[in-house]
């Protein structure tokens, strides 16, 4: 007969625990906030359409928010938004074409407190796109930020700027 071990928590297991929790709360949370607020199945055509058919056309900085995760309730919460400052093609050798994106901050995201971890949200949800090669940000939106902004975002920010 087996004998069952009780197994104490330790609190590096609590912390992950509620960490699991919380996450799963939050994104929850984002999906409701854009549901509210954009119409599901143009979401979705948006989603499901190429970004490289777009390149030249008005649906482009939408359909790179339809590729958004929790960061786009974030920025459509708080009054902010994404333009596309460049965009080339990259065509390596027997692969698919691929985007190299520089985008900016828009409305209330500019000089933000948030603006570091908007970015990396931004970056981290584009980029696991099979279409998007890299994204960088645009140099000017450091200007937006004050001088310990600035060398915040620079020092524990996992983005470029160019």
């Given at each position: 007969?087996?004998?069952?071990?009780?197994?104490?928590?330790?609190?590096?297991?609590?912390?992950?625990?509620?960490?699991?929790?919380?996450?799963?709360?939050?994104?929850?949370?984002?999906?409701?906030?854009?549901?509210?607020?954009?119409?599901?199945?143009?979401?979705?055509?948006?989603?499901n359409t190429?970004?490289?058919?777009?390149?030249?056309?008005?649906?482009?900085?939408?359909?790179?928010?339809s590729r958004?995760?929790?960061?786009?309730?974030?920025?459509?919460?708080?009054?902010?938004?994404?333009?596309v400052s460049?965009?080339?093609?990259?065509?390596?050798?027997?692969?698919?074409?691929?985007?190299?994106?520089?985008?900016?901050?828009?409305?209330?995201?500019?000089?933000?407190?948030?603006?570091?971890?908007?970015?990396?949200?931004?970056?981290?949800?584009?980029?696991?796109?099979?279409?998007?090669?890299?994204?960088?940000?645009?140099?000017?939106?450091?200007?937006?930020?004050?001088?310990?902004?600035?060398?915040?975002?620079?020092?524990?920010?996992?983005?470029?700027?160019?």
């Amino acid at each position: 007969m087996a004998v069952e071990r009780r197994r104490d928590m330790t609190v590096e297991d609590l912390v992950a625990k509620y960490a699991a929790e919380a996450k799963i709360a939050i994104q929850q949370e984002a999906s409701k906030r854009v549901a509210e607020s954009t119409d599901p199945i143009v979401e979705a055509r948006l989603r499901n359409t190429s970004l490289l058919t777009l390149l030249e056309d008005d649906e482009l900085v939408p359909a790179i928010l339809s590729r958004l995760g929790e960061v786009r309730a974030a920025l459509d919460g708080h009054g902010g938004g994404i333009s596309v400052s460049s965009i080339e093609v990259v065509a390596n050798p027997d692969e698919k074409p691929s985007i190299d994106l520089v985008l900016d901050l828009t409305g209330a995201c500019l000089s933000c407190g948030a603006a570091p971890g908007t970015l990396d949200g931004i970056k981290h949800d584009l980029e696991s796109d099979d279409e998007v090669y890299r994204i960088r940000f645009s140099a000017n939106l450091l200007e937006s930020f004050d001088e310990l902004g600035r060398e915040f975002i620079l020092a524990h920010g996992s983005v470029t700027f160019v």
